[in-house]
């Protein structure tokens, strides 16, 4: 298989070779004019490849003549505006890429027979780590990629750290809360930025003389509609609309759902907070709540799952929400659920913040009535925006509680008539929606269209490697474990780029002491801050996942109205919580690399007591 994926202003060429995966070229491009002045260094280590492939291109007989195209495409990693491939020739002492193939032929896989390769050598350049720990961390590099040798097949990821977040590397921060929020791409931002400054933009509800402005505004909103629909494969009958982040999505089927007394509501206890808030909304109109429970690594058993939903069915409106990825436990509930759910006559909703960011997700395979996003969690920029991706059909059982500006028609003023407006997705967007920031949405998904088929194997390699050392370490003074791992471990390693993992890329963990005590996560903090780590502790908004892993959940029927977090760890005597590390679109292994050093600092006696020292003296309440 070959193909050519356009990010916003890139190519990349992706060749499978006996069942390897190799990138060849990420090349920045604007135009074909100034293609030459734009190619990115990926092969950079001494010039070499570099310099062929520029002269190579500016070979009279190389022909690169492409056109964009903004027809949704079918191939995964390019579901926005294709490239056009009519002629395409790069060619130089390694490559030799020749197409002359129209967009169809280009990507049907008949095609592979056409097309005459021959590879560059694998070179791989990685970042340079911090001089002190040059040789320890250049030496783990090559026995890790000794270990993982497929890791190589991302490194477009490696050349996207070094130019699109260069900055990590220049302030010198581990990033390792991608479940948080991704890192934003500074293109991105940029091309945005640009975008901004060179347009007028109207409020998209605004008529006037100059409607020319509010035009623009509503295009690129139809067009970020069009490319959240193409990015997720959605097929014909579903639409958009914007929230400002998976939480309001999640609210708008909340608040509107047709409960009734003879309706369920049925969930499972590895869920986010908003995702159980949703019960409100159940419980005030008299359904049922039934809760699926969760295994002890997250997630449930799709057998209790189906047994509880078959059980629970009540006669009429029943709606399940599923949680793709836990943001705490890693577990990924098998997506197959939503269509026996929906056989039963269920309607069903897909939590599908924390599953976006690094999973494919394809609404023609998973037909589910909505699905809730947050676009910061997938590429970082813009915040405040979200959607619900829902069918039509859907919507129109919803029952909005009340109407606002940009949902009407008329409404009659004083009295009850009102008509709401005729486009749908409009009925449930209140006010007026971020429009501003739309086109960068559009852009984000085409950039994170480019990357994503990278992301599950990289994230596999590092999160396997993270893990087992981590494992590994051993309190110097007793030889007991430094850490405890409480999150799903992936079943099993991805080998190539195209795969999908069966977990996501978190670790969820405690550390323990030297005498096997649960160190405190507050102590952790402080430990990952003073070495530039950025993580995060606590319960992630996910109380069931976190009670699962910590194995509390019976001390949950402990809580009574008006309890604190303070009483309830007094009451059960341990801190609730846990330390989260979250791998994401610009991980890199040195990024794993700091973390275990970090763990290792913590194995190290004499090292953690003098950091224990320092956390006991700051004074109680300063932030760390
Ligand atoms: C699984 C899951 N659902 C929902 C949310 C809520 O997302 P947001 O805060 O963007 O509304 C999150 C946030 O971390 C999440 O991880």
């Known amino acids: 298989m070959c193909f050519f994926s356009p990010n916003r202003d890139g190519i990349i060429a992706i060749v499978n070779r006996g069942g390897v995966t190799v990138m060849i070229i990420d090349a920045l491009v604007d135009s074909t004019a100034n293609f030459l002045e734009k190619v990115n260094p990926i092969f950079d280590a001494g010039g070499r490849e570099r310099k062929h492939i520029k002269s190579a291109l500016g070979e009279p007989d190389i022909t690169f003549t492409f056109t964009w195209d903004t027809s949704p495409a079918t191939l995964w990693a ?43 050598p694998l070179v791989y350049v990685p970042l340079a780590p911090p001089a002190s720990q040059q040789d320890d961390a250049a030496r783990a590099y090559s026995a ?101 982040n998976a939480t309001g999505a999640l609210k708008l089927v909340g608040e509107a759902f047709p409960f009734t007394e003879d309706s369920c509501y049925v969930l499972g206890t590895d869920s986010h907070n908003s995702v159980h808030g949703i019960r409100q909304y159940a419980s005030r109109r008299g359904a049922q709540v039934h809760y699926i429970p969760s295994m002890s690594t997250g997630g449930f058993v799709p057998s209790t799952a189906k047994e509880i939903l078959r059980h629970h069915k009540s006669k009429s409106n029943n709606l399940f929400a599923l949680t793709g990825q836990s943001n705490i436990s890693n577990a990924k509930n098998p997506l197959s659920i939503l269509d026996y759910a929906s056989s039963l006559g269920y309607y069903t909703l897909l939590d599908a913040a924390a599953l976006a960011p690094t999973s494919v997700i394809s609404l023609s395979e998973t037909p589910v009535d909505a699905m809730a996003v947050s676009f910061y969690k997938m590429f970082g920029y813009p915040t405040g925006v979200g959607a619900l991706v829902v069918k039509e059909s859907f919507l129109q059982q919803l029952e909005r509680p009340w109407f606002a500006g940009g949902t009407v028609d008329i409404v009659q003023v004083p009295g009850p008539i009102i008509t709401r407006t005729a486009r749908l997705h409009e009925q449930f967007e209140d006010g007026t929606i971020n429009y501003l920031t739309l086109p960068a949405v559009t852009d984000g998904l085409r950039f994170l269209s480019a990357y994503l088929p990278f992301l599950p194997l990289r994230l596999s390699c590092l999160l396997h490697f993270l893990t087992t050392s981590i494992l590994r370490l051993r309190h110097d003074s007793t030889g007991t474990p430094v850490v405890k791992i409480l999150s799903k471990l992936p079943s099993r390693r991805l080998r190539s780029v195209g795969e999908q993992a069966d977990t996501g890329s978190i670790i ?3 550390f323990l002491s030297p005498s096997g005590q649960m160190m405190p996560n507050s102590f952790i903090e402080y430990v990952a801050v003073s070495q530039s780590i950025s993580l995060r502790t606590g319960c992630m908004c996910n109380p069931g996942g976190a009670a699962a892993l910590l194995g509390i959940e019976s001390d949950m029927d402990r809580l009574y109205p008006g309890v604190t977090l303070k009483d309830f760890e007094a009451a059960v005597g341990r801190e609730l919580g846990v330390v989260r590390i979250s791998l994401g679109l610009a991980s890199t292994f040195q990024d794993v690399w700091k973390v275990i050093r970090f763990v290792a600092t913590i194995a190290n006696d004499g090292s953690r007591q003098s950091l224990w020292d320092s956390w006991m003296n700051i004074p109680i309440g300063q932030a760390v």
């Open 78 to 120: 390019t579901n926005s505006r294709l490239l056009q491939f009519q002629t395409a020739r790069i060619s130089s002492g390694d490559i030799t890429i020749q197409s002359t193939a129209s967009q169809e032929t280009f990507w049907n896989e008949k095609y592979t027979a056409k097309y005459s390769l021959e590879f560059p």
């Open 144 to 244: 890790f990629l000794k270990t993982f040798p497929e890791y190589q097949t991302t490194w477009i990821i490696d050349t996207l750290r070094r130019t699109d977040f260069a900055r990590l590397d220049r302030v010198g921060e581990t990033y390792v809360d991608y479940m948080g929020g991704s890192q934003l791409p500074e293109s991105l931002v940029r091309v945005h930025g640009d975008f901004l400054t060179q347009s007028v933009m109207g409020n998209t509800h605004s008529v006037s003389s100059r409607q020319v402005y509010s035009k623009l505004s509503t295009r690129c909103a139809d067009e970020a509609r069009d490319a959240i629909l193409s990015f997720f494969r959605a097929p014909s009958g579903y639409t958009v609309i914007f929230t400002a």
């Open 508 to 510: 969820s963990l405690v």
